[in-house]
Structure formats: structure tokens, C-alpha cells
């Protein structure tokens, strides 16, 4: 996907890239199914406890990656609705993105 956006907008210096988002974990929340009250659960190596989902939206605001351009390279209104359109034909679609500038 990198590869199109980059042939659509910045074809000769290839600077837009994809990255993945750092998982915020404070974002989720878990439920217990049989009372749908929250629940804490422990984190992998630390004392702390944080709040994961259970109920099919795991992450449901967390962003999975970023299109990031260059700083100081803008869009277009239709320049955005294009960008759009080739990301949502060639993501899953469980996953969500933002674009953001360096």
C-alpha cells in the first residue's frame, strides 16, 4: 500500500511511509460476560493492572497504522478523498488508520 500512495503523490522522492501505532493500553476495557461489570486484569510483567475488552472491540479507538507524510507536504481536499479511497479499497476492514505529517 506504501508503494501506491507513494506512486499517486510523492512518486519521484518516495518519502510517505506506513508505520504500525503503539498500543496505548489504558484505551482498552474488558468486560466479565456473565455480570458486565469491568474487570482488571495484571499486565505482562509489571504490578500494574489495566483494562483490556472482551466483547469484540479490542482497541475499537486505537488507530492500527499511520500514512505519514513529509513535514510541510499538504493535501488537497481532493487530494485526501483520493488518498482515502486507496487505503479503504486495500486495508482490512477491521482495521483503522490516521494520517499525519513528520
Same mark, same amino acid.
Given at each position: 500500500?506504501?508503494?501506491?500512495?507513494?506512486?499517486? &503523490?510523492?512518486?519521484?522522492?518516495? /518519502?510517505? =511511509?506506513? /508505520?504500525?501505532?503503539?498500543?496505548?493500553?489504558?484505551?482498552?476495557?474488558?468486560?466479565?460476560?456473565? @455480570? @458486565? =461489570?469491568?474487570?482488571?486484569?495484571?499486565? %505482562?510483567?509489571t504490578?500494574?493492572? &489495566?483494562?483490556?475488552?472482551?466483547?469484540?472491540?479490542?482497541?475499537?479507538?486505537? $488507530?492500527? &497504522?499511520?500514512?505519514? &507524510?513529509?513535514?510541510g507536504?499538504?493535501?488537497?481536499?481532493?487530494?485526501?478523498? $483520493?488518498?482515502?479511497?486507496?487505503?479503504?479499497? %486495500? =486495508?482490512?476492514? @477491521?482495521k =483503522?488508520?490516521?494520517?499525519?505529517?513528520?
Open positions: 500500500m506504501e508503494a501506491m500512495i507513494n506512486d499517486e &503523490f510523492d512518486f519521484i522522492e518516495r /518519502r510517505i =511511509k506506513i /508505520r504500525t501505532t503503539d498500543v496505548d493500553l489504558d484505551a482498552l476495557i474488558t468486560w466479565k460476560k456473565t @455480570t @458486565t =461489570k469491568r474487570i482488571l486484569i495484571p499486565s %505482562h510483567n504490578d500494574q493492572r &489495566f483494562l483490556l475488552n472482551a466483547k469484540g472491540q479490542i482497541g475499537a479507538n486505537e $488507530k492500527d &497504522f499511520e500514512i505519514v &507524510f513529509p513535514s507536504y499538504t493535501l488537497s481536499e481532493s487530494e485526501m478523498i $483520493k488518498l482515502k479511497q486507496i487505503v479503504n479499497r %486495500h =486495508k482490512l476492514s @477491521t =483503522k488508520y490516521i494520517v499525519v505529517n513528520e
